[in-house]
């Protein structure tokens, strides 16, 4: 053997050794350390958000009803969809001022969040002349056993209040009070008695949306603020 073949088995030997001692080639390149990947990104540090929590509409039931409307329908004379998240029936609504009640059609769709113990529900009230929208979101049933003979429909709870979102014709001035609706599961026909509670109202007091801010100088002077 020459001195040049012997030469070049000692630097293949050693090539060998050198890569059999290396670390495992990973997809991200040789030798290379792979961070846990988490839901935002590689090697985030978790970061704790803030809590809210929900805002229920209940208002308190000592919050006095006006006296100028009311109205009436019955829980046995609901129309429900396959599903049970729409239902309709009709009732009647009372307003100061208009000779006759007007008839009216009262439509839920609603969805119950049962393992929280949660009802939402949106209305929609039509009559011939006028109509509203409201939402509600309350406590109610939490396990299924507690539903009013199975029926997801009927809520469980002693009343709820929906906050009227938008209001037209007789019923315009409904607009930011709450329909509140006493719920009887235990009287004939399932009676259910409405009110209108006081609420916001229709007008803003003191947001200031599309205004400019207003700043003040080391004199105390004020002065719209620069966008």
């Known amino acids: ?34 961070s846990e990947m ?13 809590e809210y929590e929900l805002m229920y509409t ?35 609504l009372t307003i100061n001022g208009l000779k006759e009640p007007l008839k009216s059609n009262f439509t839920f769709t609603s969805v119950r969040y049962i393992e929280k113990g949660m009802y939402h529900e949106e209305l929609k009230v039509h009559t011939k002349h006028g109509a509203c929208t409201a939402d509600a979101l309350y406590k109610d049933a939490d396990k299924e056993e507690d539903l009013i003979e199975g029926n997801a429909v009927l809520s469980t709870t002693e009343y709820a209040d929906y906050l009227v979102e938008t209001s037209t014709g007789e019923l ?16 004939k026909c399932r009676p259910r008695r409405i009110e ?32």
């Not at 000592?62 to 029936?89: M, N, R, W």
């Not at 315009?172 to 009287?187: E, P, S």
């Not at 007091?205 to 002077?221: L, R, Y």
């Open 1 to 34: 053997m020459s001195n040049m073949e012997g030469l070049l088995k000692n630097v293949l030997r050693a090539l060998v050794e050198t890569l059999e001692d290396s670390p495992e080639v990973g997809k991200d390149g040789a030798g290379e350390e792979h």
């Open 196 to 227: 209108l509670i006081p609420g916001p109202g229709p007008d803003k007091k003191n947001a200031a949306i599309g205004e400019w801010p207003v700043c003040e100088d080391n004199d105390g002077n004020q002065y719209p603020c620069e966008e």
């Open 58 to 92: 209940t208002q308190s039931a000592d919050k006095k009803a006006l006296e100028t409307v009311s109205g009436k329908y019955y829980g046995s004379a609901f129309v429900s969809s396959k599903s049970g998240e729409h239902a309709i029936v009709p009732g009647e």
């Open 172 to 187: 315009r001035d409904f607009k930011g009070h709450y329909l509140r609706i006493h719920f009887d599961n235990k009287g």
């Open 38 to 50: 988490g839901t935002h990104g590689a090697g985030e540090e978790h970061i704790n958000c803030d």
